[in-house]
């Protein structure tokens, strides 16, 4: 249509995607294959079939599980490279991407396997398909802050490739406030902050990574709308909020796309992006999120430009780099 087709040519900025979120069950099985790990599933179409989540949990439970088959620094690669052809496709230019160290270290698959496997897929789609890529460490929330600190430590030879830290995870009943130690050390040494807020979890939970962790960028927050006055003060600091439509539809965070707080965001001044999150589980990629929102909320095409523009101006690249890319 006119409209995918001009969604498609807007460069784009991709900011939250969890890496292990892009497995395809395809890959599952190729993986499991050559790696001789056992799936609790028989087919392709057994694994989708099992993807009708009621909440973020019932997610996370077949995620981890999913995560399961990678074990090797070519299973890294080759899941990083898959996602950035297909998102190349989309219209994408640029990507921040999340990895959970946590998911692997606790298997017994070395923070060095991980890494090294995702800056090899990092550095072949800058040269093959010309896409610009950063990584973002999220630790577990459902997991110690002594783990975290662990997991820091496990990347300190790492620090000078990893852009930022990130928090996801089970979001209620870990609130930021359990992580205010580790962000504070991990701001020290010089990286960007990132946290999940507001997307089970209530306003409050915003606040406190504003406050407590403060973040330098805001993943989902939709239920920040909630309290007039954090919305406000999102507003006036300009805050950039990664939303994510089809995740939010799949997990029932919204009950339909019809009724998505992005149109709000947007005319209550808000810094939304839009974003796949995990696009294997969630039904589809940066581009099938943009032409589903946008139909759903009915956006206009100048919408559509200030959320391109946001992608960028909301990146963690350079002042200079995203003058060049606007
Ligand atoms: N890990 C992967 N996707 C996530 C999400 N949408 N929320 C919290 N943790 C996640
Ligand atoms: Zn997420």
């Not at 294959?33 to 694994?47: C, G, H, T, W």
């Amino acid at each position: 249509t006119d409209m995918s087709d001009f969604i498609r040519g807007l460069p784009k900025a991709e900011l939250h995607l969890h890496i292990e979120g892009s497995l395809e069950p395809e890959q599952m099985f190729e993986f499991a294959r050559r790696n001789r790990v056992a799936l609790p599933f028989d087919s392709v179409e057994a694994v989708r079939a099992a993807y009708a989540f009621s909440n973020l949990q019932d997610f996370l439970d077949i995620y981890y599980q999913g995560a399961n088959v990678l074990l090797t620094e070519e299973d890294f690669r080759d899941l990083a490279l898959a996602y950035f052809r297909r998102v190349a496709a989309d219209g994408a230019r640029h990507v921040e991407l999340f990895f959970d160290p946590q998911t692997h270290t606790d298997r017994g698959v070395p923070f060095a396997v991980v890494a090294d496997g995702l800056l090899a897929g990092m550095a072949q789609a800058k040269r093959e398909l010309g896409v610009t890529s950063k990584l973002i460490l999220c630790f577990l929330r459902h997991l110690d802050e002594g783990a975290a600190f662990a997991t820091l430590k496990d990347a300190e030879p790492y620090l000078d490739r990893i852009a930022g830290v990130g928090l996801d995870s089970s979001e209620v009943g870990h609130p930021p406030r359990k992580f205010e130690r580790v962000f504070a050390a991990a701001r020290e040494r010089g990286l960007k902050l990132v946290a999940h807020a507001g997307e089970e979890g209530p306003p409050e939970y915003v606040w406190e990574a504003l406050d407590l962790l403060q973040v330098d960028r805001l993943d989902h927050g939709n239920r920040s709308l909630e309290d007039e006055a954090l919305s406000r003060r999102l507003a006036e600091e300009g805050m950039t909020l990664t939303v994510c439509p089809l995740s939010n539809l799949k997990l029932c965070v919204v009950d339909d796309l019809k009724t998505h707080p992005l149109k709000r965001m947007l005319q209550l001044g808000l810094k939304a992006t839009v974003n796949s999150d995990d696009p294997a589980y969630f039904g589809g990629y940066l581009g099938q999120n943009w032409t589903a929102i946008a139909e759903a909320v009915d956006l206009s095409r100048d919408e559509l430009v200030t959320l391109a523009k946001n992608s960028f101006t909301g990146s963690f690249l350079s002042p200079a780099e995203v003058q060049q890319r606007l």
